[in-house]
């Protein structure tokens, strides 16, 4: 089968609905799934998606596909991600199927896919998926695997908030902007004993609202300001299918998430001392001081949800955490990304230390920090970009502490860490899309970062400036 094979990224499929991918291309991709699981002795799997409009047809195309290669599934229905690895425990099976596109605009649809439990394809297995695809090398089964549907909702409720003890009640507000979380985590913050004030309730999977993303600043300021009128003591924001989320303290500062994984960092250390806490490469240095003041190990790894996991797993680490609001728990929970249980943990913690999140905020080392910038560059040229990039990185910032492929195998672009910031740019594994983050300790060095980094992109003919892709462009613009 002809499929565009840039939809098979490095740990998910994605792409553009009735583009890239219909019902046909979505079956050919279950049975290619289903085959891979055969292949490895797994006959159940779990399945669920979220409430992207493509997502129901897409939901019963992957279905008719993995049925006949004689998979047995388990529908979970319309779901948050971290409630398909939640089932796959809940159910005992290795296989398991989310449909989502995450954080991407509404036209894109994709899969993330079970290789164990809440594991899921890296680089060499998504290949191995898109050769069985291009090729239809796919298992025929004699008999049908058999479909039954489970509602966890109530379980996957009952094992989150068992998990944790929030000491005093919070108001907070929550902007879960008309998402797949819409349905769960307002009732779960107010089965934990908080009040909740609603943001873009109700779900819409054309996101009127703009599109689920909480590293988006105009959707955190949003989120700030509607903190603010309602003195609350912190918002929170969520991705479309739930697995990642965003800060804002009760003083109207967004957080950037690098320094939410200091926050958790700090909180496992306490209790973990010397432990070791994976982060990504886009994370500003405060997660490093932090571990580091802390008595911890701090390993800077690749970007992208899989890589931190497998990472976490190999290390023996008990935390990890990535920019973008993927948050990795290994001491009391799975290990999987999950923006539920973030949420409660960083409200225990603080009813724990009886501190506000500001004042917490404000115990660790301070840099003036961008967002994470994303700015619209093609699949097929966007790593030739970044190559070029990095040699003029490398060359404009000798002095400093360089990491590339050279220092983290793999690696997709280049960072420069000073005595007082850093600067990364890389190219995305998920979108045709660079991203970019910058931080300093002045406001005139943070400014000629900036300038920097605008000048370096427009220089660039490949780079797109008008793109649905494209977030928090304006500091770069």
Same mark, same amino acid.
């Given at each position: 089968?002809?499929?565009?094979?840039?939809?098979?990224?490095?740990?998910?499929?994605?792409?553009?609905?009735?583009?890239?991918?219909?019902?046909?291309?979505?079956?050919?991709?279950?049975?290619?799934?289903?085959?891979?699981?055969?292949?490895?002795?797994?006959?159940?799997?779990?399945?669920?998606?979220?409430?992207?409009?493509?997502?129901?047809?897409?939901?019963?195309? !992957?279905?008719?596909?993995?049925?006949?290669?004689?998979?047995?599934?388990?529908?979970?229905?319309?779901?948050?991600?971290?409630?398909?690895?939640?089932?796959?425990?809940?159910?005992?099976?290795?296989?398991?199927?989310?449909?989502?596109?995450?954080?991407?605009?509404?036209?894109?649809?994709?899969?993330?896919?079970?290789?164990?439990?809440?594991?899921?394809?890296?680089?060499?297995?998504?290949?191995?998926?898109?050769?069985?695809?291009?090729?239809?090398?796919?298992?025929?089964?004699?008999?049908?695997?058999?479909?039954?549907?489970?509602?966890?909702?109530?379980?996957?409720?009952?094992?989150?908030?068992?998990?944790?003890?929030?000491?005093?009640?919070?108001?907070?507000?929550?902007?879960?902007?008309?998402?797949?979380?819409?349905?769960?985590?307002?009732?779960?913050?107010?089965?934990?004993?908080?009040?909740?004030?609603?943001?873009?309730?109700?779900?819409?999977?054309?996101?009127?609202?703009?599109?689920?993303?909480?590293?988006?600043?105009?959707?955190?300021?949003?989120?700030?300001?509607?903190?603010?009128?309602?003195?609350?003591?912190?918002?929170?924001?969520?991705?479309?299918?739930?697995?990642?989320?965003? !800060?804002?303290?009760?003083?109207?500062?967004?957080?950037?998430?690098?320094?939410?994984?200091?926050?958790?960092?700090?909180?496992?250390?306490?209790?973990?001392?010397?432990?070791?806490?994976?982060?990504?490469?886009?994370?500003?240095?405060?997660?490093?001081?932090?571990?580091?003041?802390?008595?911890?190990?701090?390993?800077?790894?690749?970007?992208?949800?899989?890589?931190?996991?497998?990472?976490?797993?190999?290390?023996?680490?008990?935390?990890?955490?990535?920019?973008?609001?993927?948050?990795?728990?290994?001491?009391?929970?799975?290990?999987?990304?999950?923006?539920?249980?973030?949420?409660?943990?960083?409200?225990?913690?603080?009813?724990?230390?009886?501190?506000?999140?500001?004042?917490?905020?404000?115990?660790?080392?301070?840099?003036?920090?961008?967002?994470? /910038?994303?700015?619209?560059?093609?699949?097929?040229?966007?790593?030739?970009?970044?190559?070029?990039?990095?040699?003029?990185?490398?060359?404009?910032?000798?002095?400093?502490?360089?990491?590339?492929?050279?220092? /983290?195998?793999?690696?997709?672009?280049?960072?420069?860490? !000073?005595?007082?910031?850093?600067?990364?740019?890389?190219?995305?594994?998920?979108?045709?899309?660079?991203?970019?983050?910058?931080?300093?300790?002045?406001?005139?060095?943070?400014?000629?970062?900036?300038?920097?980094?605008?000048?370096?992109?427009?220089?660039?003919?490949?780079?797109?400036?008008?793109?649905?892709?494209?977030?928090?462009?304006?500091?770069?613009?």
């Amino acid at each position: 089968m002809q499929v565009n094979p840039l939809i098979f990224r490095n740990y998910d499929i994605r792409g553009v609905v009735d583009k890239d991918l219909n019902p046909q291309i979505v079956e050919a991709i279950a049975k290619a799934y289903g085959t891979f699981l055969r292949k490895r002795k797994i006959k159940q799997a779990v399945i669920g998606y979220d409430c992207r409009l493509s997502g129901p047809s897409y939901h019963e195309a !992957f279905i008719k596909g993995l049925t006949s290669c004689g998979i047995d599934l388990i529908d979970l229905g319309m779901v948050m991600t971290q409630m398909v690895y939640y089932g796959q425990y809940r159910f005992q099976t290795n296989g398991g199927v989310m449909i989502t596109a995450s954080h991407n605009p509404w036209n894109y649809n994709g899969f993330k896919l079970a290789i164990g439990y809440s594991l899921t394809t890296g680089p060499e297995e998504v290949q191995e998926l898109r050769k069985l695809v291009e090729t239809e090398s796919f298992f025929k089964s004699e008999k049908k695997g058999e479909v039954t549907k489970a509602d966890i909702k109530e379980d996957y409720i009952h094992d989150v908030l068992k998990r944790i003890e929030i000491k005093r009640p919070y108001k907070i507000v929550m902007d879960t902007h008309k998402g797949t979380t819409t349905l769960f985590n307002p009732e779960i913050a107010k089965k934990a004993g908080c009040e909740v004030i609603e943001m873009n309730s109700g779900m819409d999977g054309s996101f009127p609202a703009g599109t689920p993303d909480p590293t988006d600043a105009k959707l955190m300021a949003n989120l700030a300001k509607a903190t603010l009128e309602n003195k609350a003591d912190v918002g929170l924001a969520y991705d479309g299918d739930g697995d990642r989320i965003g !800060f804002v303290d009760e003083k109207g500062r967004v957080l950037w998430n690098d320094v939410a994984v200091a926050i958790f960092s700090k909180e496992i250390l306490e209790r973990f001392p010397g432990t070791k806490i994976v982060y990504n490469t886009l994370c500003s240095q405060v997660v490093k001081e932090v571990i580091k003041a802390n008595g911890g190990t701090p390993i800077m790894w690749l970007t992208g949800h899989a890589f931190i996991k497998a990472k976490i797993a190999e290390v023996g680490a008990a935390f990890g955490g990535e920019l973008s609001g993927h948050f990795f728990f290994a001491d009391n929970a799975y290990g999987h990304d999950d923006g539920t249980y973030a949420t409660l943990r960083v409200l225990e913690y603080l009813s724990e230390k009886n501190m506000t999140l500001s004042q917490l905020y404000e115990t660790f080392p301070q840099f003036i920090s961008s967002p994470e /910038i994303k700015v619209g560059c093609p699949d097929d040229k966007k790593k030739d970009v970044i190559k070029d990039l990095s040699v003029k990185f490398k060359k404009d910032f000798a002095n400093a502490e360089i990491t590339d492929e050279n220092v /983290i195998p793999g690696d997709d672009g280049v960072r420069a860490d !000073f005595n007082d910031g850093m600067l990364v740019i890389r190219y995305s594994q998920n979108g045709p899309y660079i991203t970019v983050k910058f931080e300093a300790v002045t406001q005139e060095v943070f400014e000629k970062r900036r300038k920097y980094v605008s000048d370096m992109l427009h220089s660039y003919k490949e780079v797109i400036w008008d793109d649905p892709l494209c977030v928090n462009i304006d500091f770069v613009k």
